[in-house]
């Protein structure tokens, strides 16, 4: 959501903005908006003016009843002014109706203009033109077949899909055993992960206030995303971002206390409503996960310099388990409403011989801080609206699968890397069921 006196006096920035990210269906906004706004100002000083008559026609009143008791001439004049006060109390009841009538339909359309992106974002139309930038680590394809990831989560009984799908339909699953554990290794790691970085370990609500949702991301993603419980105003959500964000709702924080760095676990839930891939089989993209998250929260000369620390946080996580990753910076067409800049982490699949997304880091700006109105005062004592930044830290099931592929064995056992070996029992090897009878 951009600043309404960044529009006015920035409309063609602001329509080359909506360009670059191939929205053209939303050129007519910054007309509508510079509009309603020009007419909610008018409604505004009219208004005010009325309020101002007001008051002078109200001593005027009071000045003519006290001269009617010498001259009752001057009542009629007082009648007349007390007509004259009803009539700009009725039209300032129509004008107070209209600002608000009028502040709505700005406020949603000024939901629907994309924040403004960074200099440095690539200009492309889909996730198709995003750019890699970096690889870290060999991309290496072993001498022996890898299953399918389902696959090889059944030769160790840690999967029930049929069971999910009797019980929640597709898009859920059953974890059992060494891969269960796994599952929560990882996330155990990935927490302490982050609490080695100095960043504060939280568990947030799961479930939201439609104005929290409102504030932190578009209308377009939640609908897509956003799992609505009924009759109450409340939303699961769909990553602990959501909430994590809107624990700051209308706060002033103090200046010295920033930046708030956190991490945070939560169950994520979401449709995936137009996803391709929910019917197939597997776990990569699903209705129900867990996820470790980063969330900061900085001043904005600040922000620039953490989205750089989060996005490398993730690339030594996933080093650390022996998973090649590459960043992948998202081109303007592929950034969210909110975002000002974005890159994919994404870990090597050696079976399919390419890369797929584990991990999303995004600098917001300011656009959730001003939506929730989180703000700070700077060293002038002035107002300022905070940054918002989050990135993903490990997001199992799905990363599972880079795990599994990137650490499987020949002999179809899978190595445990020795940072993970003290959440496993000292593992170094998970066996296949049917070795481990032997």
Request: glycine share 6%; proline share 5%.
């Amino acid at each position: 959501m951009l600043d309404i006196k960044f529009i006015r006096e920035n409309p063609d920035a602001v329509r080359e903005n909506i360009k670059k990210k191939f929205q053209d269906a939303k050129h007519p906004l910054v007309d509508e908006v510079l509009d309603l706004d020009s007419k909610r100002r008018a409604a505004i000083a009219e208004a005010d003016q009325l309020r101002s008559n007001r008051n002078t026609l109200s001593k005027q009143i009071g000045m003519l009843m006290g001269q009617a008791k010498k001259d009752p001439a001057k009542l009629a004049e007082a009648e007349a002014v007390k007509q004259q006060v009803k009539e700009q109390a009725d039209r300032l009841a129509e004008l107070e109706k209209q600002e608000t009538e009028l502040v709505e339909k700005l406020h949603h359309n000024m939901l629907l203009i994309p924040q403004m992106i960074d200099s440095s974002v690539p200009i492309g139309k889909d996730d198709s033109e995003n750019v890699e930038v970096q690889r870290f680590g060999a991309c290496e394809v072993p001498d022996f077949p890898i299953p399918y990831h389902v696959d090889i989560m059944e030769s160790f009984n840690g999967i029930d899909l049929d069971a999910a799908g009797r019980v929640s339909g597709s898009g859920f699953y059953y974890l059992l055993g060494d891969i269960a554990r796994l599952h929560e290794a990882v996330l155990a790691y990935g927490r302490d992960f982050m609490i080695d970085k100095g960043f504060t370990y939280c568990i947030p609500p799961f479930m939201i206030h439609g104005n929290v949702v409102e504030g932190v991301m578009s209308q377009t993603d939640m609908d897509g995303m956003m799992y609505k419980i009924e009759g109450e105003d409340l939303y699961l959500i769909g990553t602990s971002e959501h909430s994590m964000i809107g624990r700051f709702i209308d706060q002033i924080l103090p200046a010295e206390s920033l930046p708030q760095t956190l991490t945070s676990y939560s169950p994520c839930f979401r449709k995936e409503k137009g996803a391709h891939g929910i019917e197939e089989r597997g776990i990569y993209r699903i209705h129900q996960f867990e996820k470790q998250e980063m969330i900061v929260v900085c001043k904005p000369e600040e922000s620039k310099d953490w989205y750089e620390k989060l996005w490398r946080m993730s690339v030594e996580l996933f080093r650390s388990l022996d998973i090649p990753v590459r960043q992948l910076e998202c081109c303007s067409g592929d950034l969210a409403d909110l975002k000002v800049k974005s890159c994919d982490i994404e870990a090597w699949s050696p079976r399919q011989q390419k890369f797929f997304e584990v991990c999303s880091c995004s600098n917001l700006g300011d656009a959730q801080a001003r939506r929730l109105r989180i703000r700070y005062k700077d060293e002038n004592g002035k107002m300022q609206l905070c940054h918002t930044l989050n990135n993903t830290c490990v997001a199992p099931p799905r990363m599972l699968i880079a795990f599994l592929e990137n650490n499987l064995q020949a002999d179809g056992t899978v190595r445990i890397p020795q940072v993970l070996r003290p959440y496993m029992g000292g593992k170094e090897l998970l066996v296949p069921a049917e070795k481990s009878n032997l």
